[in-house]
């Protein structure tokens, strides 16, 4: 299928998407707010963001070109003053190069049920574009096939199961859809949702990291493509109840389709095709 690689010029630096700096030196503080993760080291999550209502932060999000964010749509409802943190380690101070960045528009999926979760996705205009860095850039969207079952993908975020103030991640492997509709209800999981994390529970997004990724490493590129959205789940890392997360290559048009016809005329968008 076709592979969707962006690239931002600024300062005759190139950034592409879906890189990330080495890891370095592991931290060893804080655990991490996944449910079974690891902290995250500076600059290993490039792409992430959080979503803050009123200066709290409500969700997770997730950078895919310099002035666009693809989050959860369950996380809006009404009109209210939200902001995007980029290039942010530890919630408990000001980083180096942590940017706050006002959002131009909130863009839901016309076809979201907030009764179902069906079509959980949305779009984030930001008022002006972020700064590129090693720290802050921005994630591939996926190519036209899902990464295959038992895959191991990458799930990240701030989320509320610990106190520890800093991002963190964990591993899980993809499941299939018969696996997931047995453990949480045919009636609930449509085509557009996939589940990930171990029918034995202990490792999962949590509340807190709706909106956030679900990253899968290309081979043999080995770049970092956007492939779920989390979404929903019964509970967190509960045994028997794997995360639920929003199927993104089921709205990669819908993504380019909106962040294109928002470009002037004589623009170019940072998107390319390879």
């Not at 706050?100 to 574009?129: G, Q, W, Y």
């Not at 509960?238 to 470009?263: C, H, N």
Request: charged residues 15%; proline residues 7%.
């Amino acid at each position: 299928g076709l592979l969707f690689f962006h690239c931002v010029c600024m300062s005759s630096v190139l950034f592409f998407c879906g890189h990330r700096v080495p890891s370095g030196q592991n931290v060893t503080q804080p655990r991490s707010r996944i449910v079974g993760g690891k902290l995250a080291t500076p600059g290993s999550w490039p792409w992430l963001v959080n979503l803050q209502l009123d200066g709290g932060i409500m969700c997770g999000g997730v950078l895919v070109d310099s002035a666009w964010v693809v989050t959860a749509a369950h996380c809006f409802s009404g009109e209210n003053y939200w902001t995007v943190v980029v290039g942010e380690f530890d919630i408990t101070k000001t980083d180096p190069e942590e940017q706050v960045m006002k959002v131009n528009r909130i863009i839901t999926h016309p076809k979201f049920n907030p009764k179902t979760f069906n079509n959980d996705i949305a779009l984030l205009e930001l008022a002006s574009p972020v700064m590129m860095s090693h720290r802050v850039s921005p994630i591939c969207l996926p190519s036209g096939q899902d990464p295959p079952l038992g895959a191991s993908c990458l799930v990240a975020g701030w989320g509320s199961q610990y106190e520890g103030a800093y991002g963190g991640g964990a591993k899980v492997p993809l499941l299939p859809q018969s696996t997931c509709r047995n453990a949480l209800g045919k009636e609930l999981l449509t085509n557009t949702m996939f589940c990930a994390g171990f029918l034995s529970g202990g490792v999962d997004s949590c509340q807190g990291d709706s909106g956030g990724p679900l990253i899968y490493q290309d081979q043999p590129s080995g770049r970092f493509q956007l492939h779920g959205i989390t979404s929903w789940g019964d509970g967190c890392g509960a045994k028997g109840k794997p995360g639920v997360y929003t199927r993104v290559t089921a709205f990669s048009d819908w993504i380019l389709g909106e962040m294109q016809s928002a470009l002037p005329v004589d623009a170019v968008p940072h998107t390319s095709y390879n």
